[in-house]
């Protein structure tokens, strides 16, 4: 089972580095194994951005720390890695800015970081409601035109701001929230439009929060109870129903440890029958986002 990503064929579980690099991370050096483990087991795409760090006194640790990674790694060649630009660090908040000046700058301190010459996806990682959304965009074309970026993404998007992206430049990926306690996109057409032009659609924190309100929850039963028959984490069986939704689903689960990240690269061999795929969607019911 490959997924298509811009004209590339992936793997189609990716990891989610952001916990490599949270306030309570762990050593730099088990981050660097648990790349190489998903690297190993198949994985192909990376997601970071330069925001992902305890706050803003490091920040691109995230980055640097792909690239120290990558650096080492055996498939390196197979690897895409895919960041984001446009939130920034005050402290340890988060806040926006996307404008193109902004854009332009912090891409040339994402390729220094991941040490490459062309980023493989960079995406706009929020829209910034002092930015037109428009213009935005457009700096990530001029960077794709220039050569330091060879796919476009954008994140955290609406179905408005999906068509709008396309009128400027080829959307290669929407990055947004999708999981059991957050399924919107589900409902309100962002994964519709994707499989319509073709477009990857990558559920950022595709377990959001399950460990929690779900796998423990009364109204995970449907789900344990699958994972118990197929021998299988709940989690994998999670990403196995992500894949089963849509063929432009490419689930970027995050991963601190080499066990998570080869239990998540395992996902596509779980076949879901009709039943238990209608069990698990009763879980997929929107929420507020807290992200």
């Known amino acids: 089972m490959k997924r298509n990503l811009g004209d590339r064929s992936i793997h ?3 990891i989610g580095c952001l916990p490599m690099s949270t306030r309570d991370r762990r050593d730099d050096g088990r981050s660097v194994r648990t ?27 995230n980055e640097r720390l792909i690239g120290r990674a990558l650096r080492s790694c055996s498939r390196r060649e197979d690897v895409l890695v895919a960041t984001k630009g446009g939130h920034t660090r005050r402290g340890s908040a988060w806040e926006l800015d996307g404008r193109p000046e902004h854009l ?3 891409c040339e301190a994402s390729l220094r970081r991941l040490e490459v010459e062309c980023i493989d996806l960079y995406q706009f990682h929020r829209p910034d409601p002092a930015v037109p959304f428009e213009e935005s965009v457009g700096a990530l074309r001029e960077l794709q035109q220039a050569g330091k970026v060879r796919l476009v993404g954008i994140s955290n998007v ?12 080829d959307v290669a990926s929407v990055q947004n929230e999708l999981s ?8 309100n057409g962002e994964l519709e439009t994707c499989e319509r032009y073709g477009i990857a659609f990558l559920p950022w924190s595709p377990f959001g929060g399950i460990e929690r309100a779900a796998v423990l929850g009364d ?20 990403l196995a129903w992500l894949l089963a939704c849509s063929e432009v689903v490419i689930p970027i689960p995050g991963a601190s440890r080499p066990e998570s990240a080869l239990d998540s690269a395992q996902a ?6 009709r039943g238990d795929f209608d069990a698990i969607a009763g879980l997929f019911t929107p929420s507020p986002s807290s992200a």
Do not use: M, N, W
């Open 35 to 61: 790349i190489h483990a998903a690297v190993d087991a198949g994985v192909q795409l990376l997601d970071t951005a330069d925001a992902y760090a305890r706050d803003e006194s490091e920040l691109g640790h």
């Open 219 to 238: 109204a995970a039963a449907p789900l344990r109870a699958v994972a118990q028959r197929y021998g299988f984490s709940p989690y994998r069986v999670i």
């Open 158 to 169: 609406t179905v408005a701001q999906i068509e709008a992206a396309r009128r400027i430049v």
């Open 12 to 14: 189609p579980i990716g």
């Open 268 to 273: 596509p061999r779980v076949r879901l029958d």
């Open 180 to 187: 059991p306690c957050f399924a919107q996109p589900l409902r």
């Open 104 to 106: 332009k700058a912090a």
